[in-house]
T-cell receptor, first 114, second 113 residues
């Protein structure tokens, strides 16, 4: 299996621009998570989906952030407009409901907003 | 409100010695705990886990201990190897919370020769 695939790996954008991060979960996984890693806050959960339905988006910082999962094999995290404080590594992860220790992470998308 | 806390941002240990990484939590609803390891420019990878009904779980050089009354868990690595140098994240899942992981801020372990 190819694992969780994220794109782009690196993104540098100017403040005010729209940023779209993409994720392809592992086939057969019914949970999908978006995390953000910063030095100050570590890994924080932004939103997660179960069977393509958003379950908990309480970690989404503000209305500038939105996430969608149109089907079982694709999800996006969008930031519009982007701000310098959004600079972080964004991780997508997927897992199954049957095994609590089988949550696999992608390699992350490194976002820099200048 | 940090529900999972790793109070040591870094730890340095000599090769062959024991590494002990600590984690505290505040949410009594957590019933499953995990440790993830992260190398630079990679995503976190699962290392070892423990259910709240146990107090110890061992896997090769890695052992996780859980003290429910103190809301504390620790990861022991014996013997430590240079390849163990990475950031270690403690994470927890609450019963009924799906598979939603709440992470600590991580501890950077450096194993020196």
């Amino acid at each position: 299996d190819a694992g969780v695939i994220q794109s782009p790996r690196h993104e540098v954008t100017e403040m005010g621009q729209e940023v779209t991060l993409r994720c392809k979960p592992i086939s057969g996984h019914d949970y999908l998570f978006w995390y953000r890693q910063t030095m100050m806050r570590g890994l924080e959960l932004l939103i997660y989906f179960n069977n393509n339905v958003p379950i908990d988006d309480s970690g989404m910082p503000e209305d500038r952030f939105s996430a969608k999962m149109p089907n079982a094999s694709f999800s996006t995290l969008k930031i519009q407009p982007s701000e310098p404080r959004d600079s972080a590594v964004y991780f997508c992860a997927s897992g199954t409901g049957t095994h609590r220790n089988t949550i696999y992470f992608g390699e992350g998308s490194w976002l820099t907003v200048v | 409100d940090q529900q999972v806390k790793q109070n040591s941002p870094s730890l340095s240990v000599q090769e062959g010695r024991i590494s002990i990484l600590n984690c505290d939590y505040t949410n009594s609803m957590f019933d499953y705990f995990l440790w993830y390891k992260k190398y630079p420019a990679e995503g976190p990878t699962f290392l070892i886990s423990i259910s709240s009904i146990k107090d110890k779980n061992e896997d090769g050089r890695f052992t996780v201990f859980l003290n429910k009354s103190a809301k504390h868990l620790s990861l022991h690595i014996v013997p430590s190897q240079p390849g163990d140098s990475a950031v270690y994240f403690c994470a927890a899942i609450s019963g009924g919370g799906g598979n939603k992981l709440t992470f600590g801020t991580g501890t950077q372990l450096k194993v020196e020769l």
